[in-house]
């Protein structure tokens, strides 16, 4: 792959650093629901200047861009200081899954108030006793007439609490194997039956959340892919999301070990020896990771879709950015430890993100079976 850009590609870098020098997102504000205000404001504004939702196709209400030019958009949306617009779940992933997997009448109801965050999209997925297995799902769905009655938990629910429908997988038939029993549902949060906690995290944020579900109902309709066809369609959700976000994710991993060099020069922990190696080191995986990242496009390029891959590539960037928050509390010494600073943030932020988005050890599995083509665990 040759990652010099070309010139529309430069044109297009040049056009969206001159809208976000012209519309910069403001300064972020505390507390989880002013957050969250902001970053939604901040999706109006990208999807009224037409840069919500680049990667769509422009008969879905996208720019067309091309794989080069979204990875520059998720490159520059970091190097701006900008959040992910508060529907990135909608934008990454439900929309996707229901452009590949969708009915013309869904496709037509629901990706237009994706891109303009009138509704909000969360993930339900991840069970308390099924982890990162989601073929060991127990939320049911019985079938009554022309609905689904659900029954269930759902927890690690990133954004729950402000969203308006779920990507849920439920399992639908009990007599056959495991992932050949689940469906994928779209559901309506704002109904009788459908309860959600917020988790307060170490951080005190409430990112994520309990959803608990007792006879909440889902419309035939409302079925993505097909009864059975779970399984599937989840992937497709799954492996949007590690690609998706990688470009982001580097770009703010770069800025933080760039911003903790300084903080090592500033106080002569750069002349240590072993802090300039491990900073070396880190500044190794911030290049790879972007190179993995770029890799993830070819792959895309080639079969359509993304590939097994992204799953290397976050657990690199889930372990490279723990690996960074430690050193940064190592270098900045005690203050790093005081409430409200900002490297006691990511200190204690970083410890989660070797299981949001996929544990690490589940990552692994993947990696060895469907990259490595190594035999399967027993």
């Not at 504004?45 to 680049?54: D, F, I, T, Y």
């Not at 690199?316 to 430690?326: I, T, V």
């Given at each position: 792959m040759d990652l010099t850009f070309t010139e529309t590609e430069l044109a297009f870098r040049d056009e969206l650093r001159a809208w976000f020098e012209a519309?910069?997102?403001?300064?972020?504000?505390?507390?989880?629901?002013?957050?969250?205000?902001?970053?939604?404001?901040?999706?109006?504004?990208?999807?009224?200047?037409?840069?919500?939702?680049?990667?769509?196709?422009?008969?879905?209400?996208?720019?067309g861009a091309s794989l080069f030019e979204t990875a520059i958009f998720f490159e520059e949306l970091g190097r701006a200081n900008a959040p992910l617009p508060a529907n990135v779940l909608g934008l990454l992933l439900g929309g996707p899954t229901v452009m590949f997997w969708g009915t013309e009448a869904q496709k037509e109801r629901y990706l237009m108030p994706i891109l303009s965050a009138e509704e909000i999209w969360c993930q339900g997925f991840s069970e308390p006793d099924a982890g990162s297995d989601l073929a060991a799902v127990k939320t049911t769905a019985v079938k009554d007439g022309d609905e689904w009655v659900i029954h269930g938990q759902k927890v690690w629910t990133s954004g729950a609490q402000?969203?308006?429908?779920?990507?849920?997988?439920?399992?639908?038939?009990?007599?056959?194997?495991?992932?050949?029993?689940?469906?994928?549902?779209?559901?309506?949060?704002e109904q009788p039956g459908v309860e959600v906690r917020p988790l307060v995290q170490i951080t005190g944020e409430a990112e994520f959340n309990e959803l608990f579900i007792d006879?909440?109902?889902?419309?035939?309709?409302?079925?993505?892919?097909?009864?059975?066809?779970?399984?599937?369609?989840?992937?497709?959700?799954?492996?949007?999301?590690?690609?998706?976000?990688a470009f982001f994710l580097q770009v703010r991993m770069r800025q933080q070990l760039d911003k903790l060099i300084d903080v090592a020069a500033e106080n002569g922990a750069l002349d240590d020896p072993r802090i300039a190696d491990k900073l070396a080191d880190l500044h190794v995986r911030c290049e790879t990771l972007?190179?993995?990242?770029?890799?993830?496009?070819?792959?895309i390029e080639k079969y359509g879709q993304p590939g097994p891959e992204g799953s290397l590539a976050k657990w690199?960037?889930?372990?490279?950015?723990?690996?960074?928050?430690?050193l940064g509390a190592d270098i900045v010494g005690a203050d790093a430890l005081l409430d409200g600073t900002p490297w006691a943030y990511e200190l204690l932020r970083a410890r989660g993100n070797s299981i949001e988005g996929g544990t690490t050890e589940i990552l692994k599995n993947i990696v060895a079976e469907r990259v490595l083509a190594l035999p399967r665990a027993k």
């Open positions: 519309n910069p997102p403001g300064e972020e504000p505390a507390g989880d629901d002013a957050h969250y205000a902001w970053a939604r404001d901040w999706q109006r504004r990208l999807h009224e200047g037409g840069w919500a939702g680049v990667h769509w196709p422009t008969e879905y209400g996208g720019r402000y969203s308006k429908w779920c990507m849920l997988v439920a399992r639908t038939d009990q007599d056959v194997p495991k992932h050949k029993g689940l469906t994928y549902f779209l559901m309506d949060m006879g909440a109902r889902i419309p035939d309709e409302n079925v993505v892919g097909g009864v059975g066809n779970g399984w599937k369609v989840a992937l497709t959700t799954l492996m949007n999301e590690r690609a998706g976000l972007r190179l993995m990242a770029f890799k993830g496009l070819s792959t690199l960037w889930s372990e490279s950015n723990q690996q960074l928050a430690q």
